[in-house]
């Protein structure tokens, strides 16, 4: 009797050892899983997923009139780690911009009410082949007043030889 049960604790054991051994919570091998944790971590201030999508050398930009305040990662998980639970309420979408084999550029918004929160997410591949967040910049728009578009001048390039 007790080796049943002895070999039914071992079996459990291993099994759930072999289970959470294997799972990868964060699959960082695609951008998009990375831009859809970015967006769920901002709503809940869901530190776990915010700390396992950036860089450890990853920072936010924000501007504040004339000034652009950054915080380091580690500031931003502090501040998460201590206003988690939320649930904003809100709506998100993303775009990507720009992408190559181990960059990419992607614009996510928020839309609280009347406003709207740009943030454009720099994504790198590290050594280790998976996506990271290492640069966040944020800007505030008033969905009412829009900000104007700029549209640059052109330029003429000619290639002397």
Same mark, same amino acid.
């Given at each position: ?79 998460? %780690? ?42 790198? %591949? ?5 996506? %990271? ?20 001048? %052109? ?7």
């Amino acid at each position: 009797m007790r080796s049943r049960i002895f070999t039914a604790c071992i079996i459990g054991i291993l099994s759930a050892t072999t289970t959470t051994g294997f799972a990868n919570p964060t699959k960082t091998n695609d951008y998009h899983v990375i831009i859809e944790q970015f967006i769920d971590s901002h709503s809940t201030a869901n530190y776990k997923a915010f700390r396992d999508i950036t860089d450890d050398n990853a920072t936010v930009k924000m501007s504040h009139g004339e000034m652009v305040i950054v915080q380091p990662r580690a500031d931003l998980l502090t501040q998460m %780690k201590s206003d988690s639970p939320i649930k904003l309420n809100c709506d998100a979408n993303y775009e990507v911009l720009a992408k190559s084999g181990a960059l990419v550029i992607a614009r996510v918004d928020f839309v609280h009410g009347k406003d709207m929160q740009h943030n454009y997410l720099t994504i790198e %591949k590290n050594k280790d082949k998976e996506w %990271k967040i290492t640069q966040v910049c944020t800007f505030f728009e008033d969905i009412n007043n829009p900000m104007p578009k700029e549209i640059a001048p %052109k330029h003429n390039i000619i290639a002397k030889n």
